[in-house]
Nanobody, 122 residues
Framework: QVQLVESGGGLVQAGGSLRLSCAAS????????MGWFRQAPGKQRELVAG???????YYSTSVKGRFTISRDNAKKTVYLQMDSLKPEDTAVYYC????????????????WGQGTRVTVSS
């Protein structure tokens, strides 16, 4: 059974930083791509970043240069370092996994975590 458990969300002031973590189980972590999506109130879920099993990364234009996705295969964990946070980054952040980074980018991956809430105050 695939499980993805996010943590690290919270309240932060604009300009601050947070690091989200997603611990995975039930998959061959090193062979899977991982990704982060977010959903703000009243908006559709959108891709934030993705990382392939070979450490290729993809970022949405809205976070490029501010967020960094990374993975630790030994810990079966993917991270999202979020710097220079803005109020518009406020959302619930979801972790996802698939064998294909392409499917993650397309939003068609099968496995999702329960989400962690990030609130950025102005």
């Amino acid at each position: 059974q695939v499980q993805l458990v996010e943590s690290g969300g919270g309240l932060v002031q604009a300009g601050g930083s947070l690091r989200l973590s997603c611990a995975a189980s039930g998959i061959i972590f090193s062979g899977n791509a991982m990704g982060w999506f977010r959903q703000a109130p009243g908006k559709q879920r959108e891709l934030v970043a993705g990382i392939s099993s070979a450490d290729s990364t993809y970022y949405s234009t809205s976070v490029k240069g501010r967020f960094t996705i990374s993975r630790d295969n030994a810990k079966k964990t993917v991270y999202l370092q979020m710097d220079s946070l803005k109020p518009e980054d406020t959302a619930v952040y979801y972790c996802t996994t698939d064998q294909s980074l392409r499917r993650i980018i397309a939003g068609t991956s099968n496995y999702w975590g329960q989400g962690t809430r990030v609130t950025v105050s102005s």
